[in-house]
Protein backbone atom coordinates (compact mmCIF):
# COMPACT_ATOMS: atom_id res chain seq x y z
CA UNK A 1 0.00 0.00 0.00
CA UNK A 2 0.94 3.27 -0.75
CA UNK A 3 2.09 5.65 1.73
CA UNK A 4 2.43 9.48 1.26
CA UNK A 5 2.76 12.12 3.91
CA UNK A 6 0.78 15.44 3.26
CA UNK A 7 2.27 18.46 1.42
CA UNK A 8 4.40 19.98 4.41
CA UNK A 9 5.77 17.00 5.49
CA UNK A 10 6.60 16.23 1.74
CA UNK A 11 8.22 19.88 1.37
CA UNK A 12 10.46 18.90 4.66
CA UNK A 13 11.88 15.58 3.48
CA UNK A 14 13.39 16.59 0.68
CA UNK A 15 16.09 18.41 2.90
CA UNK A 16 15.42 21.54 0.97
CA UNK A 17 17.94 23.92 2.52
CA UNK A 18 19.94 26.77 0.75
CA UNK A 19 22.67 25.53 -1.48
CA UNK A 20 25.31 27.61 -3.93
CA UNK A 21 26.62 26.20 -7.14
CA UNK A 22 30.18 24.47 -6.64
CA UNK A 23 30.75 26.60 -9.98
CA UNK A 24 29.33 29.89 -10.94
CA UNK A 25 26.43 29.26 -12.52
CA UNK A 26 25.92 29.79 -16.25
CA UNK A 27 22.84 32.17 -17.78
CA UNK A 28 21.47 31.31 -20.72
CA UNK A 29 22.02 33.60 -24.19
CA UNK A 30 19.67 36.09 -24.39
CA UNK A 31 17.04 34.55 -26.12
CA UNK A 32 13.57 35.75 -28.04
CA UNK A 33 10.01 34.59 -26.04
CA UNK A 34 7.44 32.78 -28.52
CA UNK A 35 3.99 34.46 -28.79
CA UNK A 36 1.65 31.86 -26.90
CA UNK A 37 -1.53 31.77 -27.00
CA UNK A 38 -2.77 33.07 -23.31
CA UNK A 39 -3.70 30.86 -20.75
CA UNK A 40 -5.63 33.11 -18.53
CA UNK A 41 -4.55 33.39 -15.03
CA UNK A 42 -3.83 30.38 -12.79
CA UNK A 43 -5.28 30.16 -9.37
CA UNK A 44 -3.05 29.47 -7.79
CA UNK A 45 -4.41 30.22 -4.04
CA UNK A 46 -6.17 26.86 -4.62
CA UNK A 47 -2.35 25.57 -4.83
CA UNK A 48 -1.14 26.55 -1.37
CA UNK A 49 -2.80 25.22 1.22
CA UNK A 50 0.49 25.60 3.80
CA UNK A 51 2.40 28.27 4.40
CA UNK A 52 6.09 27.24 3.48
CA UNK A 53 9.09 29.06 5.17
CA UNK A 54 12.40 27.56 4.10
CA UNK A 55 15.91 28.65 2.42
CA UNK A 56 15.91 28.65 -1.23
CA UNK A 57 17.98 27.57 -4.13
CA UNK A 58 19.14 30.51 -5.50
CA UNK A 59 18.84 28.74 -9.30
CA UNK A 60 16.82 26.00 -10.89
CA UNK A 61 20.25 24.49 -11.96
CA UNK A 62 21.30 24.39 -7.98
CA UNK A 63 17.93 22.70 -7.16
CA UNK A 64 18.25 20.33 -10.02
CA UNK A 65 21.52 19.44 -8.95
CA UNK A 66 21.23 19.41 -5.27
CA UNK A 67 17.59 17.92 -4.58
CA UNK A 68 15.97 16.41 -7.11
CA UNK A 69 16.34 13.25 -9.06
CA UNK A 70 13.76 14.22 -11.80
CA UNK A 71 13.44 17.17 -13.64
CA UNK A 72 11.31 17.03 -16.53
CA UNK A 73 8.98 19.86 -18.60
CA UNK A 74 5.47 18.09 -19.35
CA UNK A 75 1.83 18.86 -19.34
CA UNK A 76 -0.96 18.64 -16.70
CA UNK A 77 -3.58 16.04 -17.96
CA UNK A 78 -5.57 16.29 -15.06
CA UNK A 79 -6.35 15.81 -11.40
CA UNK A 80 -7.32 12.23 -9.35
CA UNK A 81 -8.43 11.73 -6.04
CA UNK A 82 -5.71 10.96 -4.47
CA UNK A 83 -4.68 8.86 -0.71
CA UNK A 84 -6.67 9.72 2.11
CA UNK A 85 -3.94 9.30 5.59
CA UNK A 86 -4.04 9.25 9.26
CA UNK A 87 -1.60 11.38 11.14
CA UNK A 88 -3.19 10.92 14.54
CA UNK A 89 -6.22 8.63 15.46
CA UNK A 90 -9.13 9.72 13.93
CA UNK A 91 -8.01 12.26 11.91
CA UNK A 92 -7.57 12.36 8.06
CA UNK A 93 -6.09 14.31 5.39
CA UNK A 94 -7.29 13.98 2.59
CA UNK A 95 -4.59 15.02 -0.96
CA UNK A 96 -5.03 15.28 -4.65
CA UNK A 97 -2.72 14.24 -7.25
CA UNK A 98 -1.35 16.13 -9.80
CA UNK A 99 -1.06 13.96 -13.03
CA UNK A 100 1.58 15.03 -15.25
CA UNK A 101 2.55 13.91 -19.34
CA UNK A 102 6.39 14.35 -19.45
CA UNK A 103 7.67 15.90 -23.03
CA UNK A 104 10.95 16.82 -22.16
CA UNK A 105 13.37 15.08 -19.43
CA UNK A 106 16.20 16.59 -18.14
CA UNK A 107 17.60 14.71 -15.52
CA UNK A 108 17.02 11.18 -14.89
CA UNK A 109 14.19 8.93 -15.27
CA UNK A 110 12.20 7.58 -17.88
CA UNK A 111 8.56 8.20 -16.45
CA UNK A 112 5.92 8.84 -19.26
CA UNK A 113 3.71 10.00 -16.65
CA UNK A 114 3.99 11.58 -13.59
CA UNK A 115 2.08 12.07 -10.39
CA UNK A 116 2.70 14.38 -7.43
CA UNK A 117 0.40 15.15 -4.41
CA UNK A 118 -1.21 18.24 -3.39
CA UNK A 119 -2.70 18.52 0.18
CA UNK A 120 -6.46 18.78 -0.10
CA UNK A 121 -7.02 21.63 1.83
CA UNK A 122 -9.49 21.68 5.31
CA UNK A 123 -11.99 19.33 6.10
CA UNK A 124 -16.14 20.48 6.10
CA UNK A 125 -18.19 19.23 9.27
CA UNK A 126 -19.33 16.08 6.93
CA UNK A 127 -15.20 14.93 7.10
CA UNK A 128 -15.39 16.30 3.49
CA UNK A 129 -12.57 18.29 2.09
CA UNK A 130 -13.71 21.74 1.09
CA UNK A 131 -11.88 21.47 -1.77
CA UNK A 132 -12.08 18.42 -4.40
CA UNK A 133 -9.92 17.50 -7.64
CA UNK A 134 -12.48 19.50 -9.59
CA UNK A 135 -11.39 23.19 -7.86
CA UNK A 136 -7.74 22.74 -8.46
CA UNK A 137 -8.67 21.72 -12.33
CA UNK A 138 -10.60 24.71 -12.94
CA UNK A 139 -7.65 26.15 -11.03
CA UNK A 140 -4.41 24.57 -13.27
CA UNK A 141 -6.24 23.38 -15.84
CA UNK A 142 -5.26 20.51 -18.24
CA UNK A 143 -2.76 21.08 -21.00
CA UNK A 144 -0.68 23.93 -18.74
CA UNK A 145 2.95 23.26 -19.00
CA UNK A 146 4.87 22.77 -16.12
CA UNK A 147 8.75 22.32 -14.57
CA UNK A 148 9.00 19.54 -12.31
CA UNK A 149 11.95 19.07 -9.74
CA UNK A 150 11.08 15.83 -8.06
CA UNK A 151 12.67 13.39 -5.62
CA UNK A 152 11.69 10.49 -4.32
CA UNK A 153 9.46 10.56 -0.93
CA UNK A 154 10.64 9.08 2.24
CA UNK A 155 7.77 6.64 4.01
CA UNK A 156 5.85 9.12 6.20
CA UNK A 157 5.08 6.13 8.73
CA UNK A 158 1.40 7.57 8.59
CA UNK A 159 -0.71 4.35 6.95
CA UNK A 160 -2.79 5.63 4.28
CA UNK A 161 -6.66 4.48 5.30
CA UNK A 162 -7.75 5.07 1.74
CA UNK A 163 -6.03 4.75 -1.45
CA UNK A 164 -9.25 6.65 -3.85
CA UNK A 165 -7.24 6.46 -7.03
CA UNK A 166 -5.77 3.04 -7.76
CA UNK A 167 -2.08 3.88 -9.92
CA UNK A 168 0.08 1.24 -11.50
CA UNK A 169 1.89 -0.99 -9.56
CA UNK A 170 5.16 0.44 -8.66
CA UNK A 171 4.47 4.17 -9.14
CA UNK A 172 6.85 5.98 -7.20
CA UNK A 173 5.96 8.55 -4.51
CA UNK A 174 7.54 11.80 -5.47
CA UNK A 175 8.40 14.93 -2.52
CA UNK A 176 9.41 18.53 -3.87
CA UNK A 177 11.39 21.07 -2.34
CA UNK A 178 8.92 23.95 -1.93
CA UNK A 179 10.49 25.73 -5.95
CA UNK A 180 10.15 21.85 -7.20
CA UNK A 181 7.07 22.71 -9.16
CA UNK A 182 6.74 25.67 -11.70
CA UNK A 183 3.54 26.30 -14.13
CA UNK A 184 3.85 28.32 -16.76
CA UNK A 185 1.46 31.00 -17.55
CA UNK A 186 0.68 33.18 -20.40
CA UNK A 187 -0.77 36.66 -20.16
CA UNK A 188 -2.56 38.41 -22.50
CA UNK A 189 0.15 39.56 -24.31
CA UNK A 190 1.61 36.49 -25.03
CA UNK A 191 4.18 36.41 -23.02
CA UNK A 192 5.34 33.14 -20.88
CA UNK A 193 6.06 33.42 -17.04
CA UNK A 194 7.15 31.43 -14.30
CA UNK A 195 4.81 30.97 -11.58
CA UNK A 196 5.23 28.73 -8.76
CA UNK A 197 3.08 26.09 -8.15
CA UNK A 198 3.37 25.07 -4.64
CA UNK A 199 4.69 28.53 -3.21
CA UNK A 200 5.11 32.32 -4.77
CA UNK A 201 8.47 32.17 -6.82
CA UNK A 202 10.83 34.32 -5.47
CA UNK A 203 12.44 36.94 -6.91
CA UNK A 204 16.26 35.92 -7.55
CA UNK A 205 18.53 36.30 -9.93
CA UNK A 206 18.60 32.67 -10.84
CA UNK A 207 14.73 32.68 -10.96
CA UNK A 208 14.50 35.85 -12.97
CA UNK A 209 14.77 34.25 -16.73
CA UNK A 210 12.26 35.43 -19.42
CA UNK A 211 9.86 33.59 -21.33
CA UNK A 212 8.79 31.85 -18.29
CA UNK A 213 9.38 27.53 -18.44
CA UNK A 214 11.09 27.88 -21.57
CA UNK A 215 13.72 30.89 -20.24
CA UNK A 216 14.53 28.01 -16.90
CA UNK A 217 15.10 25.70 -19.21
CA UNK A 218 17.17 27.47 -21.03
CA UNK A 219 19.24 27.52 -18.08
CA UNK A 220 19.29 24.46 -17.23
CA UNK A 221 20.13 23.06 -20.54
CA UNK A 222 23.60 26.09 -20.18
CA UNK A 223 24.75 24.56 -17.03
CA UNK A 224 24.24 20.87 -18.45
CA UNK A 225 21.00 19.36 -17.94
CA UNK A 226 19.99 17.86 -21.05
CA UNK A 227 18.13 14.70 -20.48
Not at 1 to 28: D, F, K, Q
Not at 75 to 99: F, N
Not at 110 to 133: I, W
Not at 158 to 180: F, K, N, S
Request: hydrophobic fraction near 40%; charged fraction near 20%.
Amino acid sequence: MRTISSVLLLALATGCGAATSPAPALAPAPMTCATERPTGTLDTKVLYQTTMDYPPYDSPEALAREAAELVAVGRVTGWLPGPVIEEIPDSRTYHVLLQVRVERRLKSSSAKVVHFPYYQGALLSARKPFQDERDFARAVPAGTRVLLFLKTARPSGYPVVEERTELPPGTPDYAAAPQGVVLHEVGPDGRGRAVGGRTELLSLPGWNEPCGIDGLVARLEANGFTG
